[in-house]
């Protein structure tokens, strides 16, 4: 079945620690987003990809990391930048106009 | 720039009334339109999208939204909802000049029995 795999569903991260959320996706789309989701706040932008070995900032950007190595892969890093990581992760690839989702990353701070 | 607005936060209904979920969008020429469902603690999923031709679309789970271009609206209706319906829905629109797609805040649909 073609679709984007996102994991781990649970992460827990501790104070100074880079977490890296994975994005996987077989769909062949070259477009690929990161998007922050809080509540009350619908989505934010974080991060996208339009290419492989090519990334953009998306309206929040800070505290995070990317990398787009591969077609299929797009894995998100939260650095101890991002003082308020608490949130649920999304991730999105895009064919032509149209964004498909994965099930999302809830990340947590201990 | 393209936005979007959903003008209800939350919207309540019983099993089996009519439901219709409101979507403004501003931009001049008339974009891409899409509506999305979440259910708690998943990912997004795409419900129906308008890119032209006839206005009224129609969407997986027995949903249809109608395009009004003097109204700038993408309304979303389902006859009969079901407890099943319960979840949070996005609107969302793609202007021509950008590949990045602006979602509105969404609105949460509450069920009663």
């Known amino acids: 079945d073609g679709g984007i795999t996102q994991s781990p569903k649970y992460l827990f991260r501790k104070e100074g620690q880079n977490v890296t959320l994975s994005c996987e996706q077989n769909?062949?789309?070259?477009?690929m987003y990161w998007y922050r989701q809080d509540p009350g706040q619908g989505l934010r932008l974080i991060y996208y990809?339009?290419?492989?070995?090519?990334?953009q900032k998306g309206d929040i950007a800070e505290g995070y990391s990317v990398s787009r190595e591969k077609k299929e892969s797009f894995p998100l890093t939260v650095t101890s930048a991002q003082k308020n990581p608490t949130a649920f992760y999304l991730c999105?690839?895009?064919?032509?106009?149209?964004?498909?989702f994965g099930p999302g990353t809830r990340l947590l701070v201990l | 720039a393209q936005s979007v607005t959903q003008p209800d936060i939350h919207i309540t209904v019983s099993e089996g009334a009519s439901l219709e979920l409101r979507c403004n969008y501003s931009y001049g020429a008339t974009p891409y339109l899409f509506w999305y469902v979440q259910s708690p603690g998943q990912g997004l999923q795409l419900l129906l999208k308008y890119f032209s031709g006839d206005t009224l679309v129609q969407g997986i789970k027995g949903f249809e939204a109608e395009f009004k271009r003097s109204q700038s609206s993408f309304n979303l209706r389902k006859p009969s909802v079901h407890w099943s319906d319960a979840a949070e829905y996005f609107c969302a629109v793609l202007s021509g000049g950008s590949y990045i797609p602006t979602f509105g805040r969404g609105t949460s649909l509450i069920v009663h029995p």
């Open positions: 999105a690839s895009q064919e032509r106009e149209t964004q498909y």
């Open positions: 769909l062949n789309h070259d477009a």
């Open positions: 990809s339009q290419i492989v070995n090519d990334f």
